[in-house]
């Protein structure tokens, strides 16, 4: 079973059981009654429950939406927290530059894990800005 829904093989204009739902988005069916319980409509009460394509697309992607954890300017998204964080003492260690984008890495502060973050070189300044940036190799 995938750990994301396939939600792009889901069609708008057709209606799905529980099972044919689980097998298009790659899902367990107990997988597809829990987003019914969490809120995904069904077309009515009756069994076996059908689930309009368009409601189920449109609830995964809000939920997929909700999750999303943007990072500002001077933030990493630490995988360990798993939320943004400002890098520790607020230095940034540029790794390596890549053709137009910049290898960046930091330390969480809370766990002291090692942060990577790609950026754009025209957004480098911005983040020097913010952070004490030391360019490695140089």
């Known amino acids: ?59 995964l992607s809000r939920r997929r939406a909700a999750r999303k954890r943007p990072c500002a300017i001077g933030e990493f998204y630490c995988f360990r927290c798993r939320e943004p964080r400002k890098p520790a003492d607020g230095m940034v260690d540029c790794a390596s530059v890549v053709g137009t984008s910049v290898n960046l890495q930091a330390l969480c502060p809370a766990c002291a894990t090692v942060m990577h973050k790609r950026v754009s070189s025209d957004r480098l300044s911005a983040i020097e800005r913010t952070c004490d940036v030391r360019r490695l190799g140089t």
């Not at 994301?4 to 097998?23: F, N, S």
């Not at 899902?27 to 409509?41: L, N, Q, S």
């Open 1 to 59: 079973m995938n750990r994301r829904p396939a939600i792009g093989r889901i069609k708008i204009h057709q209606t799905y059981t529980v099972e044919e739902l689980a097998l298009v988005t790659g899902c367990h069916k107990g997988t597809v009654r829990r987003w019914i319980a969490e809120g995904m409509r069904t077309i009515d009460d009756r069994r076996p429950s059908l689930v309009s394509g368009f409601e189920a697309k449109g609830f």
